[in-house]
């Protein structure tokens, strides 16, 4: 995985959303979506370096932070603005819409 996206878990999720852009993705490493997934959002990160902040939190290791946001099928992707949900992606989304997505938010 790219150094450019940073793994949470339940200790570091609050603090990593709080301040700022993030793009979260809900993901497991059973899921074939998901890893179609991953180079799009290493490419997503590279992109917005500096700008927002891309992560991932793998489900099966943090199931709560899964249940507090009604993940129900992965890859869910959430976007964040200090702190607060702006939008959320279900399925695989493509560069382009990440990337519109993350510089509506940055502006």
């Known amino acids: 995985m790219s ?34 997934q991953l180079p799009i959002l290493e490419e997503v990160a590279g992109r917005v370096a500096g700008k927002a902040t891309v992560a991932k939190v793998n489900v099966d290791e943090a199931p709560e932070l899964a249940g507090r946001f009604g993940i129900q099928s992965i890859p869910t992707l959430l976007l964040f603005k200090d702190g607060k949900q702006v939008k959320e992606f279900v399925g695989t989304q493509s560069r382009a819409v990440l990337m519109s997505a993350i510089e509506n938010i940055a502006k």
Do not use: H
């Open 3 to 36: 150094q450019s996206i940073q793994q949470l878990d339940t200790g570091s999720f609050d603090t990593t959303i709080k301040q700022g852009v993030v793009l979260v993705d809900f993901w497991a490493s059973w899921c074939g979506p998901c890893r179609m």
